[in-house]
């Protein structure tokens, strides 16, 4: 028997081996936990341990980089495509690829495979960042024939995984109430979630994790995201040996992308990360990698993340130079850092049934520009954002009224309003040049540092010259953006799409914010946070404090509450404070200044999660020297327990002692408290790391709605931060 040829890709817990095969695409061995040789996959080649049961074809071969369908592969194909032929009929879609050569640079692999009866090549490239493994791959498949080949499907990424991985967890969502977490169970057959709507949508968000019965601290998981904002898909099937495929990619509409002779067609980014240590143990991996190899920060590297007064829910659209100067002011005198004009400040908008497109500010509100207010703004030391959605249109606009033909459209059909809005087609070199020279001109003309840039529809008809013009419009945003960033590299980006509708990797290439949700309500927000942050780290969510009542829910709650939920995030004000009473301003002055205080564990540490029962959620936040961390504890509900559980920590030093004091004020259930809560209410509770990890910190009595925030810090000598 002959022993395997293999190739291996070895992070700090994940493992990536491939087998060559003499008939078809590298098959794989592993994909999931770490090892340390791969003798014994080299011992025994996969082919000579599978037997071939009555009424199989002998061309079922075992799950490979590239399975194809025509040759003998029942399951989905991880491409599809054929060849119109000029006489009519579709020819190569039938698909057999072979290993033409692979290539293993450290941690990186390449593979060029061959089909050359169809007349493509595919190259699977795949790299692990073994510093925090997360495995990034994309696939390119070029045309070597002499007539256009039609791409219907192509995976960026395409991997078994075991039979045991029985639990999806993914999202569900929509306008003010994003990342709702959604866990099925896995059966026969396939799982699958495409988006349609254009954009990264918050119905269906472009990531998911499997395993075994999801915890958040324990057992093998796998995650997956698509680094793309524009339409996807995502599979995960049964196999016929037990095992699953997962797949995903960018969705194409029916003869959305057919490449001509010679031409190439790109996938979008994967990235699948393993950790042995659960759902917390795949946050950390994705956090590490979006830290450390996909934000372009300004100047290279993150600077404190500034608190922020947004305009939006204080003003909306009423903007008056006097209020909007006294509200800096006010935003000024609690601490706020930058302050971000939201709609409303451009060219005859009073509502948002007109003006997008007119990107100009708006002459009776603004009669000397922006100027006076940007002046104002600084003058009081705080930085200025604007809010801008560059790729709308208003039908009532003079942008419209010149162009009516920039909108994506379809002859004959009518056109498909969202928010009174319609897309410019940015795939059009008029529409592109349009935008950047606008947007150049406001960064140039005024000193703007920050552009919340929104996006509030979904596309439907995407017609670009009657073809389906989706992919090509999420490439040219990705253009744009980047050479607006390359003009102005100081200015950062938040990406905001109806909220959290455009949360995803391939815009954090361009960003340095996401806002979550449209939802400030501290306790719809903690859910939507919770499904957030297992992708993203706590520094890129925009999180705010809001009014009572939440805009969007009719709630009230207590300030506390309110900031106490805004923790871990990017901390910023959406309100008119103007209105508080001083004493509220003192204590929203307070909660700013803890953020300033916490933030650099915030936004650099490891964050763990979880909820406990009796209607209990958690984070806490552990710098990386394990001398600071930060616990954030949030009751929903009335407890129906007569004494409320205990929370291990973890993290932790256990060899330190820490000294746990109390960030919140919260009013706590009359007579009944522990002698513990007091000590930590009062003088700093101190307990050694071992017995916060072991024995736990008994949660004290809280009302329904409050929050928590618990301050540790390592209090030995030696070791005692600064
Ligand atoms: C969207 C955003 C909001 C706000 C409004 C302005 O809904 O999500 O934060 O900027 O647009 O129109």
Not at 234 to 255: I, K, M, N, T
Not at 319 to 334: F, G, M, R, T, Y
Request: include cysteine; charged fraction near 20%.
């Amino acid at each position: 028997m002959r022993h395997a040829e293999l190739k291996h890709l070895q992070g700090r817990h994940m493992s990536l081996v491939l087998e060559a095969s003499a008939d078809g695409p590298p098959r794989w061995r592993q994909i999931g936990a770490r090892l340390t040789s791969v003798q014994a996959f080299a011992d025994w080649p996969l082919d000579a341990g599978r037997a071939l049961p009555g009424g199989t074809l002998a061309s079922e071969g075992p799950h490979s980089v590239l399975p194809c369908h025509g040759m003998g592969w029942f399951e989905h194909p991880a491409l599809a495509g054929s060849r119109p032929q000029p006489g009519g009929g579709d020819q190569d879609w039938a698909h057999h690829f072979h290993l033409s050569d692979w290539q293993q640079q450290g941690n990186r692999l390449t593979l060029h495979l061959l089909d050359t009866v169809a007349q493509l090549s595919v190259r699977l490239c795949y790299t692990l960042a073994e510093d925090c493994d997360v495995l990034v791959a994309h696939a390119e498949l070029e045309n070597q024939g002499a007539l256009p080949f039609r791409v219907d499907w192509l995976a960026a990424l395409c991997v078994p995984l075991p039979a045991s991985a029985t639990e999806v967890l993914t999202y569900t969502g929509l306008w003010a109430a994003e990342f709702q977490e959604v866990r099925q169970r896995l059966g026969t057959g396939c799982w699958r979630r495409d988006n349609r709507r254009g954009r990264t949508s918050s119905n269906s968000f472009p990531g998911l994790i499997v395993g075994q019965d999801l915890h958040e601290d324990e057992g093998a998981v796998w995650g997956v995201h698509l680094g793309w904002s524009g339409n996807h898909s995502l599979l995960v099937e049964s196999l016929q040996d037990g095992q699953r495929q997962l797949q995903l990619g960018a969705w194409f509409a029916p003869g959305e992308h057919v490449l001509a002779p010679g031409e190439r067609y790109r996938t979008p980014t994967a990235y699948l990360s393993f950790s042995p240590d659960g759902l917390n143990g795949l946050s950390a991996n994705f956090h590490q990698y979006v830290r450390k190899h996909l934000l372009a920060w300004p100047g290279q590297a993150m600077t404190p993340r500034p608190v922020h007064l947004n305009t939006w829910e204080a003003v909306y659209f009423d903007h008056q130079l006097d209020d909007l100067q006294q509200l800096a002011q006010a935003a000024a005198e609690v601490g706020v850092e930058r302050f971000v004009l939201d709609d409303g400040w451009f060219h005859r908008r009073q509502h948002d049934r007109a003006a997008l497109g007119d990107w100009w500010p708006d002459e009776q509100k603004y009669p000397d520009g922006l100027s006076p207010l940007i002046e104002h703004v600084r003058n009081l030391g705080m930085q200025f954002g604007l809010w801008v959605e560059p790729e709308m249109v208003s039908p009532d606009s003079e942008l419209y009224r010149q162009h009516p033909e920039w909108a994506l459209q379809l002859a004959g059909r009518p056109l498909v309003m969202g928010r009174n809005q319609l897309v410019l087609d940015l795939s059009r070199d008029a529409v592109f040049d349009y935008l950047f020279a606008t947007l150049d001109q406001l960064l140039s003309q005024y000193p703007i540092c920050y552009l919340k840039w929104d996006m509030n529809r979904d596309l439907a008809t995407a017609g670009h010259d009657g073809c389906a013009a989706y992919h090509a419009q999420t490439e040219a945003l990705y253009r744009l953006l980047g050479q607006l960033r390359a003009s102005h590299p100081e200015v950062e980006i938040e990406s905001c799409a109806s909220g959290g509708s455009r949360a995803d990797y391939g815009i954090l290439a361009h960003a340095h914010r996401i806002w979550a949700s449209d939802c400030i309500d501290a306790r719809s927000r903690l859910r939507i946070q919770q499904g957030f942050l297992r992708f993203f780290p706590p520094e890129l969510m925009g999180a705010h404090i809001g009014a009572s009542p939440a805009h969007t829910t009719g709630r009230q709650h207590r300030l506390d509450f309110r900031a106490a939920v805004t923790f871990p995030g990017h901390l910023g004000l959406e309100m008119d404070i103007r209105t508080l009473s001083a004493e509220e301003r003192h204590a929203l002055k307070v909660w700013i200044s803890h953020y300033k205080q916490w933030r650099d564990v915030l936004h650099g540490g490891v964050l763990q999660q979880g909820s406990l029962h009796d209607a209990l959620q958690w984070w806490q936040v552990t710098r990386d020297d394990q001398c600071a961390a930060i616990l954030g504890l949030y009751r929903l509900d009335d407890s129906c327990q007569r004494h409320a559980p205990v929370l291990a920590l973890s993290g932790l030093d256990r060899s330190l002692h820490y000294r746990l004091t109390l960030l919140t004020e919260e009013p706590v259930p009359t007579g009944n408290t522990s002698p513990l809560f007091q000590q930590m209410q009062h003088t700093g509770l101190v307990l050694s790391g071992e017995a916060l990890c072991t024995a736990g910190l008994p949660i004290p009595p809280m009302y329904p709605e409050s929050a928590l925030l618990i301050g540790i810090q390592a209090i030995d000598p030696i070791t005692q931060p600064t």
